[in-house]
């Protein structure tokens, strides 16, 4: 029995129907009230652990041979550092506890290449770089629990971690920010674009990597998973390509865009919709994206798809599903 925790997740549903392909028994771990849209049709066992409650989530994992640790908040917001302390890294430290006491043969831990220090544009992000994160506290606490990994294999914990760039592709259930702007984008909701450029990844590429990681991974080691970097303009030339759109010509300033992202958090708050440009998102774009998967792609033979078939599909995946 394999454990997914955060199953419900882009990266965890894509995982499970991954494991559900290759003929494994699934126990997908989610909190109690979890939407279960995106496990339809995998056939996963449900269990329900609240990775702040130690029991709960011991007993949840009790069976499992192996564990796949995708759970945890994800949030920009200053004033939720609380929260992501309790859940990403008390929370990965009670998961430690359980798979050391629960004899988990093997831990595959879901990191963020954000988690990782960033050297100066014109040096390569890699795994030699430590746990050290520059942008938010969501950053800084996958970075924590990173550590907290680490410190459980000196502890005798067989852990691997892995460290995604930008994900996108399809099974996007609860709409990722690539994904809110690929909607956008379709639903001509997009008036203007800044200059930057970021690293992105496929989601079923990341989740192959996942079991390469569980399967092949050295104890102890950290392995980049990502894909190709793209300019925001680039996106937009492959969007008017899948959508048969024009293309957003408006190219703002980013004094203005830093400006303008001061009250989008407070729009989304009467709209309801995700926010594209905020200061956290503006800062990642403007922000080094040479990352080298080289150490995954040799030794774990990772690989990645183009990133114009993984927009295409994440748009046709919408389409199919009925958000466009």
């Known amino acids: 029995m394999i454990g997914v925790l ?67 908040i994800i949030s920009i917001k200053s004033s939720e550092w609380q929260k992501l302390y309790e859940v990403n890294v008390l929370g990965t430290r009670n998961v430690i506890r359980a798979s050391l006491e629960n004899g ?46 680490l410190e459980g294999v000196k502890k005798g914990l067989d852990a691997v971690i892995v460290c995604p760039t930008g994900v996108i592709g399809p099974y996007d259930f609860k709409i990722s920010e690539i994904g809110t702007l690929i909607l956008n984008y379709a639903k001509s909701k997009t008036a203007f674009y800044i200059d930057g450029a970021y690293d992105f990844v496929d ?5 192959d990597g996942h079991i390469l990681a569980m399967e ?5 080691e950290v392995y980049i998973l990502s894909g190709e970097q793209i300019t925001v303009s680039g996106i937009f030339s492959i969007l008017e390509e899948v959508t048969k759109q024009k293309k957003i010509k408006l190219k703002i300033p980013l004094s203005i865009a830093r400006f303008v ?64």
Do not use: M
């Open 6 to 72: 955060g199953a419900t997740g882009h990266i965890g549903n894509t995982l499970v129907r991954k494991l559900a392909e290759k003929k494994e028994k699934i126990r997908a771990i989610i909190p109690e009230g979890e939407d279960l849209t995106p496990l339809k049709n995998t056939e996963a066992e449900i269990q329900y652990a609240d990775l702040r409650d130690y029991d709960s989530l011991s007993k949840a994992i009790k069976g499992c041979s192996k564990i796949f640790h995708l759970a945890g």
């Open 104 to 149: 988990i043969g093997r831990l595959v831990y879901t990191s963020s290449i954000h988690a990782l220090k960033e050297p100066p544009r014109g040096t390569t992000i890699d795994e030699a770089k430590t746990f050290e994160p520059q942008y938010g506290d969501y950053a800084k606490s996958k970075a924590l629990a990173s550590i907290e990994v």
């Open 203 to 207: 989601v079923r590429d990341v989740a």
């Open 216 to 220: 092949e991974g050295i104890k102890g």
């Open 261 to 324: 992202s001061i009250f989008t958090p407070f729009a989304s708050l009467i709209t309801g919709e995700k926010p594209l440009f905020t200061d956290y998102s503006i800062s990642v774009l403007q922000s080094n994206s040479d990352v080298s998967s080289k150490k995954a792609r040799e030794n774990l033979k990772f690989n990645s798809r183009p990133i114009g078939e993984s927009i295409k599909d994440s748009y046709e995946w919408f389409k199919k599903e009925g958000y466009i």
